[in-house]
């Protein structure tokens, strides 16, 4: 296990600094020597006041890495390993106020003074952060209800759509001019799967149509980020200015396969089934068709018709076992789901009353046309 990583700074909180970390280098490094804001690369091990070794990255061949000087590991790290170089290996002898103070952590006991040897194999150089553009510089135009964008640098390379594995830098502002959040403070680009939903929702509609390499800022409404929800750093109902550097895209085709997408409904040559339920076969099988009484495992993604994802089975990795036309899922579903191979993916087009009717259902509002990808798996 990893215990350095997990446990921050605010475990520290509360005692005096006035220990410090007495450090011993022990070979000596070549190049720069690292600073705060570095996203730096270390091999570890450490021990307890009594020679107990409790981690090291060494025996699972596995460097860590972390920006210095971010709170991302205890602060006598953040002191000790500031100013090392390429190469270099430094003991740090760390008291327990500046390691995880009176916390037990795993196999450290509360109150421990830890003794480490960390060698320096990787830094970064620090990445500039993005600025914001004043307002009468940015021309905004609106790509759809509550997204408007504007193109500071146009791209050159192929429009990033649904499937693509996008490696992209992003800072993220308040309105006011607060800065909430950057990948360039973790010292190095996000990386999404566009079309999963794992963006905020304006951030990812706001892409479309962006190229790779192109650079782009967003002004999303509160209806397309975190609406009415109070996030870290993000008051709740806030409009949200985002600036997006599209590094690079490419699909990956075994990750794709096993992700549900969004469709664009109003393009999708929907089949017209029983009850006015709509079907789509998005991937065919020459598996065994099933029937009503039939128990199947079904992999599934849910959206609302805006395309808010409200449940996914694939989120978790775990598929749904149900027995067909037995009333235990909904109305669609139990239509949807007969006639199906295994191996078989569709797309369900459900209208309310096949769906959860007037009453709705916890993320579902009433009344609400529902669309899901359901696949049939062994």
């Not at 194999?121 to 135009?141: F, H, N, R």
Request: aromatic fraction near 10%.
């Amino acid at each position: 296990m990893k215990f350095v990583i997990p446990f921050l700074l605010c475990f520290a909180i509360g005692y005096s600094f006035a220990q410090q970390v007495d450090v011993k280098t022990i070979k000596a490094g070549s190049g720069e020597p690292v600073k705060k804001r570095q996203l730096v690369k270390v091999h570890y091990t450490g021990w307890l006041k009594d020679s107990t070794k409790f981690d090291s990255s060494r025996d699972r061949n596995e460097p860590l890495e972390f920006v210095l000087g971010a709170g991302q590991v205890i602060k006598g790290w953040d002191i000790g390993i500031e100013g090392m170089k390429q190469g270099e290996i430094r003991r740090l002898k760390i008291p327990a106020p500046l390691a995880y103070g009176n916390n037990e952590v795993g196999p450290i006991p509360a109150n421990s003074d830890l003794l480490f040897e960390v060698e320096l194999v990787g830094a970064q150089k620090i990445l500039e952060p993005d600025t914001l553009l004043k307002p009468s510089s940015i021309k905004w135009k609106t790509l759809r209800p509550g997204i408007e964008i504007f193109d500071e640098i146009p791209g050159t390379g192929t429009e990033l759509r649904n499937g693509m594995e996008l490696t992209f830098h992003y800072t993220g502002w308040l309105v006011n001019g607060h800065s909430f959040g950057s990948s360039k403070d973790l010292g190095k680009p996000a990386k999404a799967v566009l079309g999963t939903g794992k963006l905020v929702r304006g951030l990812e509609l706001g892409l479309e149509s962006l190229k790779q390499g192109g650079v782009r800022w967003l002004r999303v409404s509160p209806g397309m980020a975190y609406g009415p929800v109070a996030m870290s750093n993000v008051p709740p109902n806030s409009t949200l200015i985002f600036r997006v550097q599209a590094e690079s895209a490419e699909y990956d085709d075994e990750l794709i396969a096993s992700m549900d997408f969004f469709p664009n409904a109003d393009f999708v040559k929907w089949i017209s089934g029983s009850e006015g339920l709509k079907y789509f076969v998005e991937k065919e099988s020459k598996g065994k068709q099933v029937k009503a009484g039939d128990v199947v495992n079904v992999h599934y993604t849910g959206w609302l018709i805006d395309g808010t994802k409200f449940d996914s089975s694939r989120d978790r990795n775990d598929p749904i076992s149900l027995e067909i036309g037995a009333g235990r899922v909904i109305r669609g579903w139990d239509l949807g789901l007969v006639g199906m191979k295994k191996g078989e993916k569709r797309l369900l087009f459900i209208p309310p009353n096949l769906g959860y009717g007037s009453s709705g259902a916890g993320p579902i509002p009433p009344d609400a046309t529902l669309i899901f990808a359901v696949e049939i798996v062994e």
